[in-house]
């Protein structure tokens, strides 16, 4: 009840958090410090900062979110970049349940979608350190995420062609994926990647 007004601590301490501190190098690789802060702050917004009607600076918050979550899913450490991904998709189930997201939150969330970039490599920690997920793991997360965008696009019939080309593309180049997990035979069909794309194109 002493807490200032959660848009001033919004100023002072997440927006630093979000646009200084998670784009320095060595910070951005600390996965476990944001896997825990990420988290949190998912909670965080989804119970302070969801408001778009009566909050005013509620789409600031969200974008800038969203846009420290896009930087971190393209990380060269897989384990933060899985971290990212996976609270993207935390976010994206919350907004399933919203009555009014704005257009430009969307345009970001697709944008972090269809702007996904898929390599053809089992991308580790530059580092070099054991990494308990891979660039597979990243993937399947991201396309696990697609039915929650999938079900706000159509609420807010924001479908265009554009959008339906990048995402069957990105399924394309999801099932085409050539390396599986370790310790996975490829006997198993379809791989759990492979899966998921066949739940996003139902």
């Known amino acids: 009840s002493y807490f200032p007004n959660w848009n ?4 002072v301490v997440i927006k630093p958090l979000l646009t200084d501190h998670c784009y320095n190098e060595e910070l951005s690789k600390g996965s476990d410090f ?3 802060t990420l988290q949190g702050l998912v909670k965080l917004y ?3 900062f969801s408001n778009f009607v009566e909050n005013t600076y509620a789409t600031e918050e969200w974008l800038t979110f969203l846009a420290a979550l896009q930087y971190f899913s393209s990380s060269t450490s897989t384990e933060v970049a899985f971290v990212a991904i996976e609270n ?4 994206l189930a919350f907004a399933t349940k919203l009555e009014v997201f704005p257009s430009e939150v969307l345009d970001k969330c697709i944008e972090i ?3 996904y970039r898929i390599v053809y490599g089992d991308i580790t920690d530059s580092s070099g350190s054991y990494s308990r997920k891979s660039g597979y793991d990243c993937i399947e997360e991201l396309i696990n995420a697609f039915p929650c965008l999938y079900q706000i696009i159509v609420k807010y019939n924001g479908i265009s062609v554009e959008f339906v080309e990048k995402s069957l593309s990105l399924f394309y180049s999801a099932v085409r994926y050539p390396l599986l997990p370790e310790h996975i035979r490829d006997s198993n069909k379809p791989s759990s990647l492979q899966a998921a794309v066949l739940s996003g194109l139902k």
């Open 8 to 11: 001033l601590i919004f100023l």
């Open 34 to 36: 944001w896997g825990h």
């Open 46 to 48: 989804c119970s302070h």
């Open 88 to 91: 993207y998709r935390s976010l």
């Open 113 to 115: 979608w269809s702007g």
